[in-house]
């Protein structure tokens, strides 16, 4: 099977070394404020850049840095948000993790501020997977973890992150699809998982997770972009799609994932980077 995420992830030297088994905890990571804002209700977008193991955050989506931290994480590992430990609603994805493929350990930093807070108790999922965050048993929190399996078009969930799958769903979605996690039917809970696919710019949408295609939207998008999926304009709901265009470093927003620039911002962030989305960001 080829090498999954090859649009994702960039191949990039690692700069400092693991601890081993945790993400990278450097005493000397550069931290810049981290006072909350929790007046802001719009999400805001950031990058992991492999090289270096950076966090950047641009907490407005206007293309300007408003935070950063680090080195957390290894150039191999693959950067997803939610509220892992469960101290706000459906709507926050204020908490950040990677998941780390050579040994299916997801790693949890709940500050964003890099420190390792919590680990995975054991391995889960295989090398290859694609992982995503979300709220998939609706119990209010974004606390749980899936992967995406390219090679048997399957979608796997852990409704705890305690390493237990409760569902898997398939197959549905293809090889090359890059998926993204929302609130799409807008019924306030972030349980929704959708694809992007490169080979014809469309967009796939499966309300309930349980793997039917309920909508189609597009051709929205460019085969090399990245796609995320927050609450850009700030109406409540995590049902927004952006893209992030590593040519040239541009963020294109559409609000209400029908297919229609609403917003653009940059050059922010750099080929290579791997982008999130995060609501609540330090100012």
Same mark, same amino acid.
């Given at each position: 099977?080829?090498?999954?995420?090859?649009?994702?992830?960039?191949?990039?030297?690692?700069?400092?070394?693991?601890?081993?088994?945790?993400?990278?905890?450097?005493?000397?990571?550069?931290?810049?404020?981290?006072?909350?804002?929790?007046?802001?209700?719009?999400?805001? %977008?950031?990058?992991? @850049? /492999?090289? #270096? =193991?950076?966090? &950047?955050? !641009?907490?407005? +989506?206007? *293309?300007? $840095?408003?935070?950063?931290?680090?080195?957390?994480?290894?150039?191999?590992?693959?950067?997803?948000?939610?509220?892992?430990?469960?101290?706000?609603?459906?709507?926050?994805?204020?908490? %950040?993790?990677?998941? @780390? /493929?050579? #040994? =299916?350990?997801? &790693?949890? !930093?709940?500050? +964003?501020? *890099?420190? $390792?807070?919590?680990?995975?108790?054991?391995?889960?999922?295989?090398?290859?997977?694609?992982?995503?965050?979300?709220?998939?048993?609706?119990?209010?929190?974004?606390?749980?973890?899936? %992967?995406?399996?390219?090679?048997?078009? #399957?979608?796997?969930?852990?409704? !705890?992150?305690?390493?237990?799958?409760?569902?898997?769903?398939?197959?549905?979605?293809?090889?090359?699809?890059?998926?993204?996690?929302?609130?799409?039917?807008?019924?306030?809970?972030?349980?929704?998982?959708?694809?992007?696919?490169?080979?014809?710019?469309?967009?796939?949408?499966?309300?309930?997770?349980?793997?039917?295609?309920?909508?189609?939207?597009?051709?929205?998008?460019?085969?090399?972009?990245?796609?995320?999926?927050?609450?850009?304009?700030?109406?409540?709901?995590?049902?927004?799609?952006?893209?992030?265009?590593?040519?040239?470093?541009?963020?294109?927003?559409?609000?209400?994932?029908?297919?229609?620039?609403?917003?653009?911002?940059?050059?922010?962030?750099?080929?290579?980077?791997?982008?999130?989305?995060?609501?609540?960001?330090?100012?």
């Amino acid at each position: 099977m080829k090498k999954p995420l090859s649009v994702w992830i960039f191949a990039a030297a690692i700069l400092f070394l693991p601890i081993s088994g945790y993400a990278q905890e450097s005493r000397d990571a550069t931290v810049s404020l981290e006072n909350f804002d929790p007046t802001y209700s719009k999400c805001g %977008v950031g990058v992991f @850049r /492999p090289g #270096t =193991g950076i966090w &950047y955050y !641009d907490a407005y +989506h206007d *293309g300007n $840095t408003d935070n950063y931290y680090g080195p957390w994480g290894l150039s191999t590992d693959l950067p997803l948000t939610g509220d892992f430990n469960s101290d706000h609603g459906d709507l926050i994805l204020d908490d %950040v993790a990677v998941y @780390r /493929p050579s #040994t =299916g350990i997801f &790693y949890y !930093d709940y500050h +964003h501020d *890099g420190n $390792t807070d919590a680990r995975s108790p054991s391995w889960w999922g295989m090398e290859g997977d694609i992982p995503f965050g979300g709220d998939f048993d609706c119990d209010g929190h974004n606390d749980d973890v899936g %992967v995406f399996r390219e090679s048997n078009r #399957t979608w796997y969930y852990d409704y !705890d992150h305690d390493c237990t799958t409760n569902a898997a769903i398939g197959p549905w979605a293809w090889e090359g699809d890059k998926p993204i996690v929302g609130d799409f039917d807008r019924d306030a809970c972030t349980d929704d998982v959708a694809v992007f696919r490169p080979s014809n710019h469309m967009w796939y949408y499966d309300y309930n997770h349980d793997g039917t295609t309920d909508e189609v939207r597009g051709p929205w998008g460019y085969a090399e972009d990245i796609p995320v999926a927050c609450d850009f304009d700030g109406d409540g709901y995590n049902d927004d799609v952006a893209v992030f265009r590593p040519s040239n470093r541009t963020w294109y927003y559409d609000y209400d994932h029908n297919g229609t620039t609403n917003a653009s911002s940059g050059p922010w962030g750099n080929p290579g980077d791997i982008p999130i989305a995060v609501m609540h960001l330090p100012r």
